[in-house]
């Protein structure tokens, strides 16, 4: 057999299995988006059921009591398992967020790798990460904090979508607390669901991750408007 021969196995043997990978990387970044598409879901719709219920009928006070939280989240048309300590535990997140700043809370209160505590960072600043996915890196992370971070994405999208970029007209001036930068591109009931959307999904699964981002939209825009 000659030598040329069997370096052309080689060759073939090594293309085959280079498409095999290839193919499984792209299914499994497939699968991944699939499900961070349905962990995010319809969020902001159902945000803005609870809002307009709170704005008819008043803000619940807080912490949140069993029947004011199982009366929004019916309102909201929300399914999931998020429970009511589950939510309380994401306002005082978001309640700590926004009087420490993300940056402090991602850098040193999560176990995350650090290409996503950056990449949650770069989500708030920019407002939203065009194919995060496809950033070199992406791969290489838990799926657990792939899922997050297209999640995350999703949300903060829809939020910004919804409401036309700016939460009282001041998205691009970003938001501060006590003259302190909490975030440059999220703030008010954007940057509460962003921020909400991670609590849930860490606390207790994908299946909290939607109800923890109508939570956290509901929180920020309270603190934003003084209503808290």
Not at 4 to 9: P, Q
Not at 28 to 34: A, D, G, P, V, W
């Amino acid at each position: 057999m000659s030598s040329l021969f069997i370096l052309s196995i080689v060759i073939l043997s090594c293309s085959k299995e280079t498409n095999i990978e290839n193919e499984n990387a792209l299914n499994n970044k497939s699968l991944i988006y699939e499900s961070a598409q349905k962990e995010s879901g319809n969020v902001y719709d159902q945000y803005i059921r609870v809002k307009n219920e709170i704005e008819n009928n008043g803000m619940p006070k807080v912490p949140l009591n069993q029947g004011d939280f199982d009366h929004l989240l019916q309102v909201a048309g929300y399914s999931g398992n998020l429970t009511l300590e589950n939510a309380n535990e994401i306002i005082d997140m978001i309640l700590t967020v926004f009087e420490n700043g993300l940056n402090d809370y991602i850098m040193n209160n999560t176990e995350f790798t650090m290409f996503t505590k950056e990449h949650i960072l770069l989500i708030a600043d920019v407002g939203y990460v065009e194919s995060i996915e496809d950033i070199p890196g992406f791969n290489n992370i838990p799926s657990s904090e792939q899922e997050l971070l297209v999640g995350a994405n999703n949300v903060s999208r829809q939020f910004i979508d919804g409401t036309n970029g700016n939460s009282n007209g001041r998205f691009s001036s970003g938001y501060y607390v006590n003259d302190q930068l909490v975030s440059r591109g999220l703030f008010g009931a954007n940057f509460g669901g962003f921020v909400g959307f991670i609590g849930g999904l860490v606390l207790c699964g994908p299946l909290c991750a939607l109800g923890g981002a109508i939570v956290g939209g509901i929180a920020g825009d309270a603190i934003e408007n003084g209503k808290g």
